[in-house]
């Protein structure tokens, strides 16, 4: 049977937008689209418009006095002082304005996905604009104002009664989301991400395991700089199959970070695009053996916003479409249209020229040290589970 998907978008999540130097730039959500649509892969039918989240919804993660700066550091009504207190007006997250609405909009997108997977009307939904998952209770963090995902998940959580299994393969932890559900036996989330000996936020130990009746529900894969993408593949493979069995979840929802690309400029691992078309296939099938089909996507980090993120993030609809990543040529009407905007040569193809990688010394003994985080991060879990 021909899986039933939502692809959420509206012109509103391009207004998450800190300035034209900013590293986070949400034009990636509307490259990918648009490169969905020159394949014809994607129609008006499979859209669906986000709804603007609520201060009531925002605050069953976020704390009202956070709302209410936000809303304030958009209208320019908050002092510096007061700003920094909730990690606002920083280098990372800037102040802009209309920021609450920017934001609320974004984690509407991610509740707009909930409700349409959840209710039954969707198998699997795409919200590429979300995945904002550093952002903490009362704070400001890594380009994200409110956690869309944490957001989300909660509501899942109240609404729904379902349990939930989050899985964030951004290159950075995602630390916003994990400390959330740190005690909620409810929520597994795992993080495979760069190690945080050199990368925001610094966190994402293996032996953040969680606390209280969440012990042993958070798992974090710390793996080295310079990983390639057969290292990553059989880690991510191997830590989502097993805490997939171990938890058996209601509704998978991945955060798909597309910096751990060879090309990010912000972060130092090395994969290709082989891995972002392994990330969704994946997924697809353990949504299928675990949750009756309910999965989430959503985006997250990704700054190299030309060559990599609108690839990656189009082979996750690829695979929810057609169970299949693409292969072959990048449209030509795709690349006519923004090649003459782009500040770097656009790829022809979906997949990359790995001659044009460079060399990683020490690959076997990356491997070898991100098999054995691996085996570490599994050990000590609620259950043994390797």
């Not at 959420?8 to 590293?23: I, R």
């Not at 989240?53 to 009202?64: G, I, K, N, R, V």
């Not at 964030?168 to 597994?188: E, I």
């Not at 069995?245 to 695009?273: E, R, W």
Request: aromatic content about 12%; glycine content about 6%.
């Amino acid at each position: 049977m021909k899986d039933k998907i939502a692809f959420v978008y509206g012109d509103t999540l391009l207004d998450y937008h800190f300035h034209e130097e900013h590293p986070f730039n949400q034009k990636r959500v509307q490259l990918t689209k648009e490169l969905l649509e020159e394949t014809g892969s994607l129609v008006d039918d499979d859209m669906i418009v986000p709804r603007q989240a609520t201060d009531e919804e925002l605050q069953l993660y976020h704390d009202p006095a956070y709302v209410e700066a936000v809303k304030k550091a958009g209208n320019n009504q908050l002092n510096d002082a007061k700003a920094l207190e909730y990690g606002l007006g920083t280098e990372d997250t800037p102040s802009f304005p209309n920021m609450h609405e920017a934001a609320s909009w974004v984690a509407g997108g991610t509740l707009t996905a909930v409700d349409a997977v959840m209710e039954n009307n969707y198998d699997h939904a795409l919200h590429l604009g979300g995945g904002l998952h550093h952002g903490f209770k009362r704070k400001a963090s890594g380009f994200c104002i409110y956690n869309d995902a944490a957001v989300a998940i909660q509501y899942i959580r109240e609404k729904y009664q379902a349990s939930v299994l989050y899985v964030d393969t951004d290159a950075h932890h995602g630390d916003g989301v994990q400390w959330a559900f740190y005690d909620d036996p409810n929520v597994c989330t795992l993080s495979i991400h760069e190690t945080g000996r050199y990368l925001f936020p610094g966190t994402g130990n293996i032996h953040e395991r969680g606390i209280k009746a969440g012990h042993g529900y958070s798992f974090n894969i710390p793996i080295d700089a310079f990983t390639e993408d057969e290292s990553f593949i059989q880690v991510y493979e191997k830590a989502f199959q097993l805490i997939a069995a171990f938890f058996k979840p209601d509704i998978i929802v991945t955060q798909n970070g597309a910096d751990a690309h060879a090309y990010d400029p912000l972060t130092h691992l090395s994969l290709s695009m082989e891995s972002f078309e392994r990330i969704p296939l994946l997924a697809h099938e353990l949504a299928h053996q675990y949750s009756n089909g309910k999965w989430i996507a959503l985006g997250g980090g990704g700054y190299d916003m030309w060559r990599v993120a609108p690839r990656a993030w189009a082979q996750i609809w690829n695979v929810m479409r057609q169970k299949n990543p693409v292969y072959g040529n990048i449209p030509k009407t795709w690349l006519a249209k923004w090649q003459p905007r782009s500040p770097v040569q656009l790829p022809t193809s979906w997949q990359d020229d790995l001659s044009t990688f460079p060399k990683i010394p020490r690959k076997e003994i990356i491997q070898e040290k991100n098999a054995q985080v691996l085996r570490d991060a599994l050990k000590y879990a609620k259950e043994n589970i390797f």
